[in-house]
């Protein structure tokens, strides 16, 4: 049995603390009770990350808050989390979220966002306003007691760029809003709980820290006793950096053609470190199933489909007699040739997240579902099919799950049940998956590897997700790197850039940086992350050219053409048209077509080795491709993945 340790990370950030007031005198504890503390998480020249932190030091709840300020000109915010946003001009207003965040008598609740900002600009809110009355909670005597010193500064982990540090809560008077964590006298990291990991730091290098509390009168306490940590020794190599996931669709065999041997022949499979397999669907009962219908599953494509010598890996064909066939046998004939390849089966998607929160909703429904999800696919227990089937036909095919909710206690497919306790119960769901693995481990003796598919919009991360609790049970999460933008929006724009462009229009400005960010202010060790990638591009048609005349942020008459579905596209099929022009951000990873009318949001071997170094830098653990089946059949965006991770 392999050991899990806890998994918590973060980048160096200089940090701005600042108590939002109209006047200099600190916040009052006497006659407002609530306060409004600013803190700058993060600043990358043309983007910040910043938190509003809530206290109150009444007796009863607050509530219904509504904040105001104004931000200073040239800096906007475009995105943000725990808060419903308004905006006029340079003014904003935040109320509670459509789920309400009342604060808590005595403690503090805090509001995420990221920004744009020119380099060196303040980003400081002014003109505060919380209920009508100064951020600052004047007038009244002002709180002028710091909090005390945190103890038990401990170092819990350590890498080759990171330290994980943990210490014991501070008191306060008021309210603690949160944490600072020191080194060589400077700010690295602000947190709100009582981890964090400095990460961005240097190879087999010896560093101290202290850590303080602040309040939200802005008054800091003392600093901890330092403690010295020396960082890893530099690994080069793939072991857990160097991740290469793809999806292999399911119905990807059909009008697009691509087999599990097509894997084999483009020379893929020996590039990738895992595949999982989507998608495993969940009934209206809360259990995973086989059904041999389109749209509910495909046991014929899964274990049905009897494949030629010539389709097959191993150049043998299949027999009626066998009780395996389809891809999951060719996925067992994979792994034969490639021993070292996970394949983890993917459950839900899109389309098939449907019944979830039903299947998370109690202690039986989870347990029902994860023992019908390891029955059906781990331990290979498929119904009988066609001649194929039965006890065992499957075992051995699967490494793995790989969880796909999209998305607990927000919106995904209109059909989709969303309940607001989605997210303790997927938590618990998560827990569940655990603790049957880990009992099939010592039943076994196999490891079974748990992972997940997160979303970008950091309003869902926060909704959906507790992320320090999930982390201890996960092998690894892969974050969505695309999808940003589409046709479902009427203006041209990136589907899966790497930071915020300027000028971006949104209505939501997304980006790998926005999102990365966000985990990482979670505690998310970016070891544990894996950036996805998209093997297809998104597009519009009727786009004037613009004032730049490449099209990029136009309005749009609908969505291009494709060739299965409006607006959408593969790499291989992409790479081929004609009469397009090709333009580049190398800063973001982007690059887009356009030829006059049709613009594409596209990704080719320079973007994606982009994206894939981007992650390499940011000490991601690998790259995740959505869909393997975009890729042409010399496995070109394969390759520039695996040549750029080494």
């Not at 005198?25 to 700058?40: F, H, W």
């Not at 603690?176 to 700010?187: F, H, T």
Request: charge should be negative; glycine fraction near 12%; proline fraction near 5%.
């Amino acid at each position: 049995m392999r050991a899990r340790r806890s998994r918590l990370a973060a980048l160096v950030a200089a940090v701005l603390l600042i108590p939002l007031a109209l006047s200099p005198a600190p916040a009052s504890a006497d006659t407002s009770d609530v306060t409004v503390t600013y803190v700058e998480t993060g600043n990358w020249g043309t983007g910040y990350g910043g938190q509003l932190t809530v206290g109150n030091a009444g007796t009863s709840a607050l509530t219904d808050w509504t904040i105001e300020f104004d931000l200073p000109s040239g800096t906007a915010i475009t995105s943000l989390w725990n808060a419903t946003l308004t905006r006029s001009g340079n003014s904003y207003t935040l109320t509670p979220p459509s789920w309400g965040a009342a604060v808590p008598a005595g403690g503090t609740y805090g509001i995420g966002f990221n920004g744009t900002t020119g380099a060196g600009s303040d980003t400081t809110p002014v003109n505060c306003l919380i209920n009508g009355s100064p951020c600052s909670g004047e007038p009244g005597e002002p709180d002028t007691e710091p909090p005390s010193t945190p103890g038990g500064l401990t170092v819990t982990g350590t890498t080759a760029t990171t330290v994980a540090l943990s210490w014991n809560a501070a008191t306060d008077n008021v309210a603690v809003a949160g944490y600072e964590v020191l080194s060589g006298g400077e700010v690295v990291r602000a947190v709100s709980g009582t981890t964090a990991t400095v990460s961005g730091l240097t190879p087999e290098t010896t560093y101290g820290f202290t850590v303080r509390a602040y309040d939200t009168s802005n008054n800091r306490g003392g600093e901890s006793a330092s403690v010295s940590a020396t960082t890893d020794e530099q690994v080069i190599g793939p072991p857990t950096e160097g991740r290469r996931v793809a999806y292999f669709t399911q119905w990807g065999i059909y009008d697009r053609g691509y087999l599990v041997k097509n894997l084999e022949t483009s020379d893929t499979a020996e590039k990738l470190t895992h595949i999982n397999y989507s998608f495993g669907n969940v009934n209206a009962g809360g259990q995973c199933f086989m059904a041999n219908q389109l749209g509910q599953g495909d046991a014929w494509a899964d274990y049905g489909r009897s494949f030629t010598a010539a389709q097959s890996v191993d150049g043998v064909g299949d027999v009626w007699s066998q009780d395996l066939r389809g891809n999951f046998n060719q996925l067992r004939k994979l792994k034969e040739t490639h021993p070292d390849l996970k394949v983890n089966i993917s459950l839900g998607g899109w389309t098939w997240s449907r019944y979830f929160s039903d299947a998370a909703l109690t202690p039986e429904s989870r347990e029902r579902m994860v023992s019908s999800c390891i029955d059906l696919y781990l331990r290979g227990n498929l119904p009988l099919f066609d001649g194929a089937g039965g006890a065992g036909a499957a075992y051995g095919v699967f490494d793995g799950i790989d969880l796909d909710w999209e998305w607990p206690a927000s919106e995904g497919h209109e059909h989709n049940v969303v309940r607001p306790e989605d997210r303790e119960n997927f938590t618990a769901l998560v827990q569940e998956f655990r603790d049957q693995l880990d009992a099939l481990e010592a039943e076994t003796d196999r490891e079974f590897e748990l992972t997940a598919f997160l979303p970008a919009d950091p309003d869902k991360i926060d909704l959906g997700f507790e992320m320090d609790e999930l982390m201890t049970d996960f092998d690894f999460i892969t974050v969505q790197g695309y999808d940003y933008h589409g046709a479902w929006e009427s203006t041209t724009n990136h589907q899966s850039n790497l930071l915020v462009t300027p000028g971006d229009p949104g209505p939501r400005i997304f980006a790998a940086e926005v999102s990365i960010d966000r985990y990482l202010e979670l505690g998310v060790d970016p070891a544990d992350m894996v950036l996805g990638v998209p093997f297809y591009s998104r597009g519009w048609t009727g786009v004037p050219a613009g004032p730049s005349g490449d099209g990029l942020f136009q309005t749009s008459t609908g969505p291009a053409p494709g060739s299965y579905e409006q607006g959408i596209e593969d790499w291989k099929v992409i790479k081929n048209l004609n009469g397009y022009t090709l333009h580049r951000d190398d800063a973001s990873g982007t690059a887009w077509l356009y030829n006059g009318s049709t613009f594409w949001t596209y990704d080719d071997e320079i973007s994606i080795a982009q994206k894939t170094q981007w992650a390499v830098d940011r000490g991601l653990g690998g790259v995740m491709i959505w869909s393997i089946d975009g890729d042409d059949a010399n496995g070109t965006l394969m390759e520039a993945i695996d040549s750029t991770l080494g």
